[in-house]
């Protein structure tokens, strides 16, 4: 099963909608987590640890922390980047084919766009 986090500033709109749709999508946000209030290496560390691919709108540097982690040789459960003023509904979709149509093998060590 597909689990996600949710940085710190990910937008609680598009994790509504999804959860309107998917009820059961396993989505958890950093503020509820241990590692709420860490750096950025330090969530990407924590995500990939518990099997969790990682939802951010922080495209100038969360990117650069995950390609770097990969450079690295350090595993990751995946990284979904969504820029600000990607389309919700679109996200929202994408989300949800994520969530319905792959494993979470699929996306280990990928750094995405959303939407696609």
Do not use: C
Request: proline share 6%; charged share 25%; glycine share 8%.
């Amino acid at each position: 099963m597909v689990r996600f986090l949710a940085d710190e500033n990910f937008n609680g709109r598009i994790l509504r909608g999804v959860r309107r749709v998917n009820p059961d999508a396993d989505i958890l946000r950093v503020q509820e987590s241990p590692v709420y209030g860490a750096s950025d290496p330090d969530v990407l560390e924590w995500a990939a640890r518990e099997g969790r691919i990682l939802l951010t709108h922080d495209i100038d540097t969360m990117i650069g922390f995950a390609n770097a982690r990969l450079k690295a040789g350090q595993p990751m459960a995946g990284l979904l980047a969504v820029h600000d003023d990607a389309p919700f509904g679109q996200v929202i979709d994408d989300l949800l084919a994520i969530l319905g149509a792959s494993e979470p093998h699929d996306w280990d060590n990928k750094v995405v766009f959303l939407p696609f």
